[in-house]
Every structure is written in structure tokens, then in C-alpha cells.
């Protein structure tokens, strides 16, 4: 049997060295890491051991010996237990300067690229506040229908009020309607026996406008006394434009169902970004914080200096935010997106603004992009902005055949914008400079805008690029369903499935095989992976750099 230098339950005094990625504090007892919450570097403090695994375990504090100077004091620790805000007990000085080296780090040693400056974070004035859409977990606690958020590893529901970064008016929406609810005795939905009616109440609001929609998760279709609740909601909220009812009947950790009926409105809501102006629906992608995202789309477009003359693409287009605030700019302006929805959008979008000068198609983009390599259109420009998971070899090799002068990468993940950075670099592209913006302040999370360069053609020499050369390939090689089962029974010592490791797949957008989801039992019924064992999962995909 395996022996670590530390043991569960135990309590010792140790010192933060660093920070994880996830914004967690390290402390090595005989070179051993421990993840602790709510501990910053330069700390010296009293911890109980948690849990301890093969590579690494975790921790808690009990008591601080000496504290960083750093340390936000009076910190709300339900914000950081349920990871709402968990660098909030970090000042955001220090906040902007860890994203920096998070950035930094991935270029050294994911793209090997350390040469590439990392330009210091752009931040907020104030970074409260900000988020213009909540989703927002409904259960019973203490007899009663509440709102809050999940503790961290766990689906325990903690009440809250005040979250924090969501735009104060979202959260007093949030109170006035679960006084509404309550009133009429709406059932919140119980995950364990998958019983109740009210699953997550989502809330989004324009900026600029102010304008706000009201989005109902039930389990069922059938909503009593929807007519009266409708009419307290938009009496006591006059800013409510449109209410949705999204049905989501399966026993699963994904929010929205398929079905959608709008109850109240157009369905949809209004804001401004850049200038421009969107219709927002319950399912289109925006992002979360628009005054970030205004910096943050600007940096991309004076990376990519535009002329009035240039073709733009605009890959993973979503509702056309990047494509249109450019279209009034340059020739014409070409998007692709996989969501159907979101291409009508894009569409709906341009025509609301005038622009003439548009295409969006739907269908993947590495398709999508072959496609127009067959037809000749040539890009001087290519927006990529994609999921977490980053983007795919062959979209990568479309987008170089393209042969445009410039590729601008916007990345919500450092770690697989670094890894795509080499395969642009073996086709003729290199990374000119980094910039990272901070759209989710008080969180890990940072966002990159990368300019690349096409390289003169005397000064490198095309390469027929093996994937197997890539460090990141090895990984997921290496990245089995045996080796992801036997990772998270070493480290978290949890049996799990291979429709199990499927479905987080599938959660994480990663891809899986067709039968990922058929049950080989005869009633054919699919049982969903526990919410402990997706963390445990989820871990092991970021071991072996699948996300």
C-alpha cells in the first residue's frame, strides 16, 4: 500500500508557495502538494488534511499564522466555498497580475513559446458587479422553495442573496421573483428522486437597456398559475421584457432542455456592444460582462488593424458580436457557427444594424472553412474564437490554407490557445504578442486575444505535420478510458464508467462516439453520472489536457 508524507484528518502548519490555476494555494509537505482553499502565497497557516490522492491532496484552513498583505480582509466565504468568487480574498491588483502569469506560464510551457510578450492584464475600475446573466440553482431548503448556488464539489444548495459580481439589479430580480414563487408554492426540483417542477431560474440583462428576460427551467410542461405569477413578475419588475419557459424533463447536470415556450414578450432582449445592437435570446452565447468585452473585442480589432477593403472571417461566429461590430469597416464579412439558432441570430442581428456586406452559414467550422477553401474566398483576416476546448487540427490547417495576412485568436482557455499556438507556428504562423483581458474578475478565469503573423515564405519551410509531434496529441493518446478510470480511482478512489467518462465528454464538448449514450440493458434506461464523480472526471481530463 502506497504511503504519502501526510494522511487524512491530519492537522498541520505549513507554508502557500503559489497559487493554482484554479486560484488555490499550494503548500509541498516533503514535496507533496496540498491545494488549499482560501490561502494566498506568503502565508503561514494551521490546515486539516481532506483528502489525499496519488499526486496530490487537498485541504482546509483552521487557523492563519501570518497573512499575505495581499488579502482582501472580510472576504464573503460563502462566495469562495461555492466558487462563485473565489479570488475574492485576493486584492484585485494581485488578481490581474496572477492572470498575467497564468497566461505566461502556458506560453513557456505549452506553446514553448516564451519569447511571445504577455502584455499586463486589462482590467475593470471596478470589478463588482458586472455579470449581465445569472443561472441560478432552485431547491428546497429548510421547507422552503430558495435560490443560491451549489457548494464547491457538491450539488448542497447554499442560500445567497448578494452574489457579488452579478449586476445588483439581477439580484434583487432574483428575490422579488422567488417571493413571487414562494407565494404561489411553486415546487423546487429535488435531483434525488427527480420529483418537483422548478429546476434553475436564469436572468439576463442588457447593459445599455437595462432591459430584462426571465428564463423558467421546469421539469414539466405544464406550469400552473403561470398567468398569475406572469403578472406579479412584470408588475413588480417593470424592466422584464420577455419571460421563457425551457422544459428539461431528463435527470441530468445540463441546464437547458431542448423545448422552449416564450410565456410573456418577443422572446428575446436588447443591448448595445460597440455600437452596435443585438437581440439576445435564452440560448445565445453573449458574453457576460460587457464593458470587458467591448476591451476585449477592440484589442482584437487593432491587433488585426482592418481597411476598408479587407474579406473578414469570423469563425464560431455565435450571433455575429465580432463579425458585426467590424462589418461597417471592412468588404465583407463571412461567419460560421455549429448552432442553427445562433446563425439565425447572426442573421436577424445584421439586418437589425443594416449591413448588407454578411454571410453566415451554419455547419462546423473545420468543415465550413474547407468548404470555402474549395471555393476560393480569401480571407485577409480570420476571427477564431472558440470553446474551451480550443480548436481542432484541421480547422487550423483550413484557416492556414486560407493564406490570410492575419489570424486573431480570442481564447476563455490559455492552456489550448498555447497548444493550438504550435500547430500555427509548424504552418507558417507565428504569435506576435498576447494580451490577456479580464472578463471574469474575482474568478481564475482570464481571456487572451493572440495576434498571429504569417511568416515570410523566404524565411521558413513548409512542413507535412504529424500530429503524433505534438505533446498535446501524446496526452490524448495516453488519455484511455482505462487510463481516465484508473486515474480516478487512484487519486479519488472512485469506480467510474465509460458511459460515465462519455458523458462528461460530451458536458465538456469533447468529442464522443455515437453510442456514447445507449444503455446496454434491456429497459434501456441511462443512468447520468453522479455529480462527485464529473469532478473527479473533469480532473482527470485536465491531467491528460483534454480541457
Request: charged share 25%.
Amino acid at each position: 500500500m502506497k504511503t504519502y508524507p501526510v494522511t487524512k484528518n491530519q492537522d498541520l502548519t505549513v507554508d502557500i508557495i503559489d497559487l493554482t490555476h484554479e486560484g488555490m494555494g499550494i503548500a509541498k509537505v516533503e514535496g507533496y502538494p496540498l491545494f488549499i482553499e482560501n490561502a494566498l502565497p506568503g502565508e503561514t497557516v494551521e490546515i486539516h488534511v481532506l483528502k489525499v490522492g496519488n499526486k496530490f491532496g487537498f485541504a482546509k484552513v483552521k487557523n492563519f499564522i501570518k497573512k499575505s498583505a495581499h488579502r482582501v480582509e472580510n472576504a464573503d466565504e460563502k462566495l469562495i466555498r461555492t466558487g462563485i468568487a473565489p479570488l475574492a480574498h485576493l486584492s484585485y491588483d494581485q488578481q490581474l497580475i496572477f492572470k498575467q502569469e497564468q497566461v505566461a506560464n502556458v506560453m513557456k510551457k505549452v506553446a514553448k513559446m516564451p519569447e511571445v510578450p504577455v502584455l499586463p492584464t486589462i482590467g475593470m475600475t471596478d470589478p463588482t458587479g458586472y455579470r449581465n446573466k445569472a443561472q441560478i440553482p432552485v431547491r428546497r431548503v429548510e421547507n422552503q422553495l430558495q435560490t443560491g448556488f451549489y457548494r464547491k464539489n457538491s450539488h448542497d444548495l447554499v442560500p445567497i442573496e448578494h452574489f457579488y459580481i452579478q449586476d445588483p439589479a439581477i439580484d434583487a430580480a432574483i428575490i422579488q421573483i422567488r417571493d413571487i414563487l414562494r407565494r404561489f408554492h411553486v415546487k423546487p426540483y429535488n435531483e434525488e428522486t427527480n420529483e418537483g417542477f422548478l429546476r434553475h431560474l436564469i436572468i439576463r440583462k442588457g447593459h445599455y437597456t437595462d432591459e430584462m428576460m426571465v428564463v423558467f427551467v421546469t421539469r414539466k410542461e405544464k406550469f400552473f398559475q403561470v398567468d398569475q405569477i406572469l403578472a406579479q413578475i412584470t408588475q413588480a419588475l417593470p424592466n422584464v421584457v420577455t419571460v421563457v419557459q425551457n422544459i428539461n424533463e431528463d435527470k441530468t447536470n445540463v441546464i437547458l432542455g431542448k423545448q422552449e415556450k416564450v410565456l410573456f414578450g418577443p422572446g428575446y432582449i436588447t443591448d448595445q456592444l460597440l455600437g452596435k445592437t443585438y437581440h439576445i435570446s435564452a440560448k445565445s452565447f453573449y458574453q457576460v460582462n460587457t464593458l470587458q468585452a467591448e476591451k476585449l473585442y477592440q484589442t482584437a480589432y487593432d491587433f488585426a488593424q482592418l481597411s476598408p477593403e479587407d474579406i473578414v472571417i469570423d469563425a464560431y461566429s455565435g450571433i455575429g458580436t465580432i463579425g458585426l461590430s467590424v462589418a461597417d469597416k471592412v468588404k465583407h464579412v463571412y461567419g460560421m457557427e455549429v448552432v442553427e439558432e445562433a446563425v439565425q441570430d447572426a442573421i436577424a442581428n445584421a439586418k437589425l444594424n443594416g449591413f448588407t456586406n454578411t454571410t453566415y452559414v451554419t455547419g462546423s467550422a473545420e468543415k465550413v472553412m474547407a468548404q470555402w477553401v474549395k471555393e476560393g474566398i480569401q480571407p485577409d483576416v480570420i476571427f477564431v474564437d472558440p470553446p474551451r476546448k480550443g480548436l481542432t487540427p484541421s480547422f487550423i490547417e483550413a484557416s492556414c490554407q486560407m493564406n490570410p495576412e492575419k489570424i486573431v485568436y480570442v481564447s476563455c482557455n490559455p492552456a489550448t490557445m498555447a497548444r493550438d499556438l504550435v500547430h500555427f507556428a509548424q504552418l507558417g504562423y507565428t504569435a506576435q504578442q498576447v494580451q490577456p483581458v479580464d472578463l471574469f474578475p474575482m474568478t481564475s478565469h482570464v481571456e487572451t486575444v493572440t495576434l498571429l503573423s504569417k511568416l515570410d515564405s523566404a524565411e521558413y519551410v513548409k512542413i507535412d505535420i504529424s500530429m503524433n509531434e505534438f505533446d498535446v496529441t501524446k496526452a490524448e493518446m495516453k488519455s484511455t478510458y482505462s487510463n481516465i478510470k484508473q486515474y480516478v480511482l487512484e487519486n479519488f478512489g472512485l469506480k467510474v464508467s465509460s458511459l460515465y467518462i462519455s458523458q462528461v465528454k460530451k458536458m465538456c464538448g469533447l468529442e464522443v462516439g455515437e453510442n456514447y449514450n445507449l444503455s446496454k440493458k434491456e429497459n434501456n434506461r441511462v443512468p447520468t453520472c453522479p455529480p462527485h464523480k464529473v469532478e473527479a472526471i473533469m480532473d482527470a481530463f485536465k491531467y491528460f489536457k483534454l480541457i
